[in-house]
């Protein structure tokens, strides 16, 4: 994956293993608790970034494949007594079930058209949630549900969670990042750059969609159904469109080309209300601006700003965005 | 395998779009080991035949056998899998990615290791990923290209990018390479190197089918040459037989036969 | 006397599917126009039509106006936030990628919601009808006055649209803009005013819809979302690109979302709009009225 990215790697599993000791040390300790929705939301927006920025595809309904992970997870270990990571599991399986059945035919299409379906899909799946209430009690939620354990030691605290979170979070980024700096990740790069050129090289360009879109799918599942055991509470809100609207966001800001673009943007969105005061009237309009801003001005994502800081400082800032 | 020694053959191609025949019953073969060029007036069909024959395209009717097979019915990446590269009329790089990778895609079809050997990190992932690198740099040194290597594609004039598309097609292997107007654009001394390339190419025993518009170009180093006019064949044979053609003179008249 | 209930009771579906159908038909007209213009998907067009209650709802009910001059002067102001829209993001970004193109209309989107929470809060108004609630007997089922209004002002819409793009110059411009715009500023169009006069135009058909919408079911500021997409979803039914085909899938879809809701199932009611819009996509992306070789061209 190259020095630099091992090198990134590292730096990250360190800050994350002293993070909790230095918030408590500054008197943030709820930061941690944060941080836990940061890894949840990096989960997801890594995937994204692999399926926007690499494969050059757009999702706007991946706050469904959340919303199956959790309530999958949900249902079978509160309502049907089945091992929490049996259930994490079976989320995952049919994530990927439905990311296939959805995917196929979605995938065919193209930019606006394949936005669009996204957001159908997306929303049909909340409505559904919302609706089908015998099994998943609808709008009110439910809870009761348990928190996952290993070998007689239950991850029921903040700490127990925020750090089972973050290796899961490591272990998938570099799993991303070994399938970037591989066959497969130019593969994927090929696609997006030219497509008909790739196919010409042997790509199977909608087959790798697929797979990524699958991949993209099941980590947003396992985040998901991780959120469902350390809430030990779900309902619907929180999967709706505004989230899958706010991923993307994450990713457009941080910076759709970069696994680490990803990182960023889950970060700064989600502490974002913690350091607006008042947030609360001003929320969306605060993230229409900020996407805005940064899709006109630095279509790269902040990942992109050292950059062209740098270019801009070279050519004393006479050349054209 | 087939037993005539031609590694294409093309038996009453039509393809159309609305109600312009692009292609009309077309028949032709491609000996095996020859540079063949393609040649006739803007709008004769040619960039929609070989669209036809790389799978980008579905002919209306008509077969395409390459090696003895039908392949008019596969998709783009199967005719590659077959043994058929090809380069573009517009050049089609990876803007984004360096020199190295773009012809390091070419070596797509040489590998295997599939998302989840190459996410876990396999053992053989490593092996199969320096072979790439390896292979891809031959290519590239192959065309000159090796001091460009860590450059974005994109940023290379156009000369380069045209010689980079045709090593990343080379680094697929092919029996069959497809050019799709390799000079155009380029002077004379960078066209000259386009032709001891193709002649290169050629004694290494792959099969080079170009659509040309540089005449110097064609005459030089083809030995057979196909003249197209408005999707129907009215020449093939060998240069000198073509350039001395009545029908061929024809379609050109009036029209400068030198794009230099 | 069973069988007459029922008729009864289809024919108000029959009645309620039509009623949104309009809705849906002058949505998707306005998605048409906008895409016939730069192939955008303008995902902010919900927007305007939220827009456009809330406005009209505030000038009447807060600051007294009477009903016709509110209704002119949302117009105007939704409007001038469609030519804001195209000049401020759209523009900018004209040569840029698709994905890029995608999300500035997301941003806006979201821009204009958040706006509109900042300043009308979360809650949903209502919108005084506009000629009284007295219901009106219709062959057994009951018509509201508003109703009429919606669908007399589609269809004067329609009828006006239609006039407009065929007969004055400034809609033959604009139709050629769509088709060849190449030709078109050959010709002397300026294609880039076209496509500013384009989102003006879409815009206050938006503001139309959430107008005479609003007295029926109340607004507020998340409503877009989900009428854009439906809107959206009735405009690719009917073929993007094709007027009459937004219309008569407008209609379709309204009639098909109020079947479903009154025979199968009310709670799911929208995830039956979405599920045509998902298989039209998957099955012929084209829609009803447009061509598949059309389509195939336009670069989305």
């Known amino acids: 994956m190259g020095r630099a990215n091992l090198t990134g790697v590292c730096a990250l599993a360190l800050f994350v293993l002293v993070f909790p000791f230095g918030a408590r040390l500054l008197g943030v300790s709820h930061y941690t608790d944060i941080m836990i929705f940061v890894g949840l939301s990096s989960m997801m927006t890594m995937g994204l970034s692999l399926l926007m920025g690499y494969a050059g595809q757009i999702s706007l309904g991946h706050a469904a494949f959340y919303g199956l992970g959790a309530y999958t997870s949900g249902i079978l270990s509160a309502k049907f007594a089945v091992n929490p990571w049996l259930a994490m599991l079976l989320g995952a399986l049919l994530s990927a079930l439905v990311a296939v059945v959805v995917g196929s035919p979605s995938l065919k299409l193209r930019g606006h058209y394949l936005a669009m379906a996204t957001l159908a899909f997306g929303e049909i799946i909340f409505i559904v949630i919302n609706g089908w209430i015998a099994l998943t009690d609808g709008p009110d939620g439910f809870g009761n549900i348990p928190s996952l354990s290993a070998f007689a030691f239950g991850f029921d605290s903040i700490s127990s969670n925020y750090y089972l979170v973050w290796s899961v979070v490591i272990a998938m980024l570099v799993f991303v990042l070994n399938v970037i700096h591989s066959r497969v990740g130019r593969a994927l790069m090929a696609i997006h750059g030219s497509e008909v050129a790739a196919m010409a090289m042997g790509v199977h360009a909608a087959a790798y969609k697929i797979q990524i879109f699958i991949v993209s799918a099941v980590m947003a599942s396992l985040a998901g159904s991780l959120y469902a055991h350390y809430v030990q509470f779900i309902n619907p809100p929180v999967f709706g469109l505004f989230f899958s609207i706010k991923l993307v966001m994450m990713v457009v800001i941080g910076g759709m080309n970069s696994v680490w673009g990803a990182i960023l943007g889950a970060a700064l969105i989600t502490f974002l209300p913690e350091w607006l005061l008042f947030f609360e009237d001003f929320d969306v309009l605060a993230y229409g601006m900020i996407l805005l801003l940064i899709i006109m001005f630095l279509p790269k994502g902040l990942v992109s700003l050292p950059a062209a800081v740098y270019r801009l400082a070279k050519t004393g800032g006479t050349r054209a965005g | ?260 | 006397m069973e069988g007459y209930g029922l008729t009864n009771q289809l024919l108000q579906y029959a009645i309620t599917g039509v009623t949104v159908g309009s809705i849906y038909a002058i949505v998707a007209i306005g998605f048409n126009i906008i895409y016939n213009a730069t192939e955008i998907i303008n995902f902010a067009q919900g927007e305007f039509v939220m827009l456009g209650g809330l406005v009209m709802i505030s000038l009447v009910h807060s600051a007294g106006l009477p009903m016709p001059l509110a209704f002119a002067a949302t117009i105007c102001v939704v409007t001038c936030v469609g030519l804001l829209m195209e000049r401020l993001a759209v523009f900018p970004l004209r040569k840029s990628t698709v994905i890029r193109l995608v999300i500035v209309t997301i941003a806006v989107s979201i821009l204009l919601k958040g706006l509109a929470m900042f300043a009308w809060g979360k809650n949903p108004f209502a919108l005084r009808s506009f000629s009284g609630d007295a219901p009106l007997p219709f062959f057994g089922a009951t018509v509201v006055p508003q109703t009429l209004w919606i669908v007399g002002i589609t269809v004067v819409l329609v009828f006006l649209l239609s006039l407009f793009f065929k007969k004055t110059i400034l809609g033959k411009a604009m139709s050629a803009c769509a088709v060849n715009p190449d030709a078109a500023s050959l010709v002397g169009i300026k294609v880039q005013r076209m496509v500013m006069l384009s989102f003006m135009l879409s815009a206050g058909l938006g503001a139309v819809a959430g107008i005479i919408i609003s007295p029926v079911s109340l607004m507020e500021y998340d409503r877009g979302s989900l009428l854009g997409l439906k809107g959206f979803g009735a405009g690719i039914l009917g073929g993007l690109g094709s007027s009459y085909g937004a219309v008569v899938a407008g209609v379709l879809l309204g009639l098909i979302e109020s079947f479903g809701a009154g025979l199968v199932s009310s709670t799911y009611k929208d995830a039956i709009g979405l599920g045509v819009l998902l298989l039209v996509l998957f099955i012929k992306p084209s829609g009803l009225f447009g061509s598949a070789e059309v389509s195939k061209l336009k670069k989305f």
């Not at chain 2, 190459?118 to 290519?139: H, M, Q, S, T």
Request: hydrophobic letters at 40%.
């Open chain 2, 1 to 260: 395998m087939d037993e005539t020694g031609n590694i294409m053959e093309i038996w009453r191609l039509t393809r159309s779009f609305g109600g312009l025949t692009a292609i009309a019953n077309l028949e032709f073969t491609v000996p095996r080991g020859i540079i063949k060029a393609i040649i006739g007036p803007n709008g004769a069909g040619k960039t929609t035949l070989f669209n036809l024959i790389s799978g980008v395209l579905k002919p209306d009717t008509g077969r395409i056998v390459f090696k003895g097979r039908p392949i008019a019915h596969l998709k783009p990446h199967q005719v590659a899998a077959r043994g058929i590269s090809r380069t573009f009329q517009t050049v089609e790089l990876f803007p984004e990615m360096t020199v190295l990778e773009n012809v390091m895609v070419g070596r797509h079809l040489r590998s295997r290791k599939g998302l989840f050997s190459v996410g876990v990190k396999l053992p053989g992932c490593r092996r199969e990923e320096l072979d790439i690198v390896e292979k891809a740099d031959y290519f590239l040194q192959l065309v000159r290209l090796g001091h460009r290597a860590g450059e974005p594609a994109g940023s290379l004039p156009l000369g380069e990018q045209k010689t980079l598309e045709i090593a990343r097609a080379l680094a697929t292997e092919p029996e069959l390479l497809l050019l799709d107007e390799p000079a155009a654009g380029l002077n004379p001394t960078e066209t000259e190197a386009i032709g001891r390339l193709l002649r290169d190419i050629r004694d290494r025993g792959i099969t080079v089918v170009l659509v040309e518009h540089d005449m110097h170009l064609v005459m030089n180093v083809s030995e057979e040459v196909m003249v197209l006019n408005y999707g129907r064949k009215i020449a093939d044979d060998r240069p000198e037989a073509v350039r001395a053609h009545p029908e061929v003179i024809d379609a050109y008249l009036g029209v400068d036969a030198h794009y230099a």
